[in-house]
């Protein structure tokens, strides 16, 4: 899996592209043909959303500029959803969301959404296991 982060400060940048490749070998995406462009701004809800971009095989992941700790967990998050996303576990098909075959209600809470308990789960494993 290809990927590149913009951000404007330069050592966030730095660290954020140094924890990249641990993420995607942990996540099993390594040999993904898509790529994952990682976007520092505060152009997002909350604290971080990732994008399927399906018609150029790609996903944007923007994160709101943080203390590294918080924005590295975020992006770890994120890439929960990535994976989640490439391997088809979870879908969006028609304005709906899937999970593991089964459709989801737009009424779930999001601290019930599976895909959510997924990556909140996972996030803090792969961000420390990442900056060993």
């Known amino acids: 899996m290809e990927f590149l982060v913009e951000d404007t400060n330069a050592k966030r940048r730095r660290f954020l592209t140094a924890i990249m490749p641990s993420m995607i070998k942990q996540l099993g995406l ?14 997002c809800e909350g604290m971080g959303v990732t994008i399927p971009l399906d018609a150029l095989d790609s996903y944007v992941v923007v994160v709101k500029p943080a203390k590294l700790f918080t924005v590295g967990v975020t992006l770890a998050h994120e ?4 994976r989640q996303l490439a391997k088809g576990i979870l879908k969006l098909v028609n304005g709906k969301t899937h999970w593991r075959g089964k459709r989801v209600s737009a009424k779930v809470k999001y601290l019930n959404q599976p895909w959510e308990l997924d990556a909140f789960a996972k996030q803090e494993i792969v961000f420390r296991r990442s900056v060993v």
């Open 30 to 43: 390594t040999n993904s043909r898509k790529a994952v462009l990682v976007r520092v701004a505060h152009e």
């Open 79 to 82: 890439m929960v959803h990535v």
